[in-house]
């Protein structure tokens, strides 16, 4: 018995760059074999179009793609066996695995368990496969999984029952805050049911409102987790397998950090905002400053992710800016480098209150003119968007999306919104994280109370409860599906709770005109909760 | 051998309000018992949820809500058997249809063909039944199926075989314009394959961006079409059958206007606006009146939903709107009776180039000035929208929305979007026989050549093919899924082929954050048609 070495492709393969997407796979398993002695490389889940194409996969011409590429890849990788993710069509489609071997596909795997629920829809797209693979290379029998199938139970077992000594599972599966910790969980699982040790590769990048974190592991069959790749990063990880032992053992592997949870999540929001913008071919960003602590963290990220000649920030005053928000907005963009505007919007507002003072005559004054602030700014950021080519960033988080404290087509323009699915307190805990590094958060910003400055002396509290109660309800409403009830009886207030409900309830219209953002929870707005707007449902 | 008499509910029972639809069920069940004679009555799919009702079937409150409905239900219904459809919670959930009859509930059958295409999800929520049932009512055997059974061939295949005379199908089947000649070729091929009678009964309403439009059917068993209840009109249906013949019989069913598709497609589009603003609890709806053709039906449709003094009218002009355009809009609002304002925005959008001078400073006018214009004038009806509590209606079209000829946060401002499905061609058909009934809208307005009026004398083909050919290639690619080298296959310019496929794809960005809108083709923008925002597939 001796020992055999693979690779692990902990990269992107962006969505629909299907020749793109082969000559990367091309590239690495080039180097796989020179440079890391590998016998075997596999590329993440649907490697071929990315992950998910969504109804792409209607498209005949597309699919033809896919099988154009595989084809003429087959006969370039040389010297090394590769496992490939594509669509595969034969009458209907499938999620496939090919094995490239030999200057020709060996093999195809067709995915067992079709994930249709959370943010898939695999059902919609593909029929699923019956039966397992195990594959022989250097000696050594590997069963082949994708994704789901290790989620349950079945395919691992036939796997293990056909004689597989180490399961290799390849995978696009998206991050959540939570979701390291249930990968773990689950692999530790299958690997001591079958007492097999099991190579997981997970795809890396940004797709719309999906995050893929990689986070590849490599779990022993007694269960231990024998090496963890970092999040977020893209890399080309080395792997020996030991046939006496059965064991994984990782070659050279990064140091990962894994000890500060925020590290990883605000890793994945740089990494939504950079393949967001550059995948889109956008130029740079811009985003209104308000002084506030949504803008100044969604800045922060901005300049993270694209370096600070590529982000422009603009504060819009008017008299209800307090000289507070002037002060640090400027200072913030002076700090980070940032090309930085200010755009008074009073003569605007002006002109909008005299048009509409005939039809207005009699009406006191209510929202209508704080929207008419909100969407005077939500005008020229497009305006300077549609100028410049930067993409205009919404600044708006996961608290003010589910009870519709923000403004349609105001605050909420823009094409990309990265705090979308973070709670306020989140906001805050991870300012709080990234200003200690290096002060790119103004403290003034993080300790002053939060205020839209709509009217004077407005607070976010005038209307809401505050945040750290509002954000357990959401939390348990949302993520948890508990009811107003279930909610009460955990000790929230009736009234409170209700109120709360009801502005997730009828703020659906907003939502559904929402920007895409980066998913970071356990159930996110948008492709993962699909609620009907017209509803009687209260 | 006798006859027995039955009635089918063709009615509205809107998505989440569960207490509302079981009183509705109980009142029908009463008329049918009383007024019709019938000794069944059977109410269209998950009458009491709904349908769809989306995620809401993931809220353990919601589907206790309506397993206490059902169960408050059976001992109101008296002196009649009942078909109710209901989410059915047994550990999963099914979609299923329960049989009231002497006060309990007799049995309950799971529907066993789940869609999960085009607009359906029904695999993220439901779990498919296994078997089927026939069950007995006045000495007759009758099949019951839930609509998607039908279009699968082994649920009437297995009903006929445990010894169905009558095969009873409840339904949500949304309307397309294609959609009751699918629906009757089907009813067609089942009756005749198994040699059984057939009766649909199909909700009607709108539901966000779906119409459900009744047209509910009786088939005979050699495939005869019995009798075809009207679209999009709410009523309860009797119908006898006849045990020696095995036959179905309208009684006393309303003449339908099946002779011209307009027909029915206006009556959805007048629905779905009704629908979406009465369920929604608006007072009336406002829209900008811009004197083109697509303002001028937005306009006649929404009168007709919701009467002249539900709507108001908004001409926004500026410099580039002509003589023309002040004049027909004003005299169509005038010839309709609705509230008319006219509110110049030339300040508006002075004050914008204004205040950005200093950053646009030597750079041209280019798009970014038209855009301003769209909107500011979104920006004004949305602050009127806002004072009044009218909703917002969006005019744009699918030939727009296609190729992203239409402002986002401008022209695309709005709550819903009557014509969101409608190419540009259609529009002008709908609103050709609109105006020929009683001239609701301007001959001027429908021969003119349409113009989005941003600059001096623009016309859309300064920018686009001539609609004709622009709605062929957008029909072929869309609903067709062609490719480019098929369209330029069937005869169509290459180049401009593939510079309208390459419109509709970086447009996606737009289409996500666009307001619903009735779908009336095939494969309508939104749930219908998921694409990836980005994407590396041109």
Redesign the interface.
């Known amino acids: 018995m001796t020992s055999f070495r693979f690779a692990l492709a902990q990269f992107d393969f ?5 020749h ?1 997407n082969a000559l990367r796979a091309k590239e690495l398993a080039d180097k796989a074999r020179d440079q890391l002695k590998a016998s075997l490389i596999a590329f993440p889940e649907l490697t071929l179009s ?1 992950y ?5 996969l ?5 699919l033809e ?1 896919c099988a154009v590429e595989l084809s003429s890849l087959a006969p370039r990788i040389e010297g090394i066996a590769a496992v490939v993710g594509h669509p595969d069509t034969r009458g209907e489609v499938f999620n496939a695995a090919s094995l490239l071997r030999g200057g020709a596909v060996e093999w195809t795997y067709h995915k067992q368990a079709l994930p ?2 959370t943010v898939f ?1 695999e ?2 797209y593909f029929r699923a496969g019956e039966h397992s693979r195990v594959f022989e290379i250097e000696g050594v029998r590997v069963g082949m999984l994708i994704c789901e199938d290790i989620w349950e139970a079945e395919p691992a077992a036939h796997a293990a029952a056909a004689g597989a000594e180490l399961l290799l599972v390849i995978n696009a599966s998206p991050y959540d805050s939570r979701q390291a910790a249930t990968r773990e969980r689950l692999l530790r699982q299958r690997a001591t049911e079958n007492d097999v040790a099991i190579a997981y590769v997970n795809l890396v990048g ?3 409102d999906l995050l893929f974190d990689g986070g590849s592991l490599l779990v022993q069959r007694n269960g231990h987790i024998a090496a963890r790749a970092p999040s977020f990063e893209e890399m080309l990880l080395a792997v020996e397998f030991d046939s006496a032992s059965r064991s994984l053992k990782a070659i050279d592997w990064p140091e990962t950090d894994e000890g500060d949870p925020h590290v990883v999540m605000y890793a994945g929001l740089v990494r939504g905002v950079h ?2 913008v550059c ?2 071919h956008f130029s740079g960003v811009l985003l209104g400053l308000s002084g506030g602590i949504d803008s100044a963290l969604t800045l922060a990220i901005a300049v993270d992710a694209l370096g600070a000649d590529r982000v422009t920030a603009v504060m819009m005053p008017t008299r209800y800016t307090s000289d507070l928000s002037l002060h640090e907005a400027k200072a913030q963009a002076e700090h980070l480098g940032v090309e930085y ?1 200010v ?3 009073e ?2 507002y ?3 209150v ?3 003072a ?3 005559e009699g ?1 006191a004054p ?3 003119e704080e ?2 602030q909100s ?2 700014r ?3 950021l ?3 968007s ?2 410049t080519g930067r993409l205009l960033l919404s600044t708006g988080n996961k608290s003010e999306m589910a009870v519709g404290y923000a403004t ?2 105001g605050d909420m ?1 823009g ?1 990309y919104a990265p705090l979308k699915d973070l709670y306020k307190t989140v906001v805050y805990d991870i300012s709080r994280w990234r200003a200690g590094i290096d002060g790119a958060i103004p403290k003034a910003v993080i300790e002053r109370p939060p205020s839209a400055e709509l009217r004077h002396e407005q607070t976010d509290q005038d209307s809401l409860p505050p945040y750290d109660e509002l954000d357990a309800i959401l939390e348990r409403f949302i993520e948890g ?1 508990q ?4 909610i009460i009886a955990a000790g929230y207030d009736d009234a409170t709770v209700r109120r709360v409900i009801r502005m997730v309830f009828v703020n659906e ?1 907003k939502r ?5 953002g980066p998913r970071v929870t356990t159930k996110a707005f948008g492709r993962e ?10």
């Open positions: 962006p969505v629909g760059a299907t793109a990315g998910p194409p969504e109804d792409l209607q498209r005949p011409s597309f793609a249709n629920y829809d059902k919609r940004g797709q719309d393949d967001y995948k889109n505007h755009l008074p919007i003569n605007i002006e002109s909008f005299g048009t509409l005939p039809v207005f009406r209510d929202i209508t929207n008419l969407r005077s939500g005008v020229l497009m305006a300077m549609n100028k349609l087509y323009c094409a599906e009811s107003a009830e279930d219209f559904r005109q929402s920007a895409p909760r699909r609620y009907p707007i017209t509803s009687g449902w209260r």
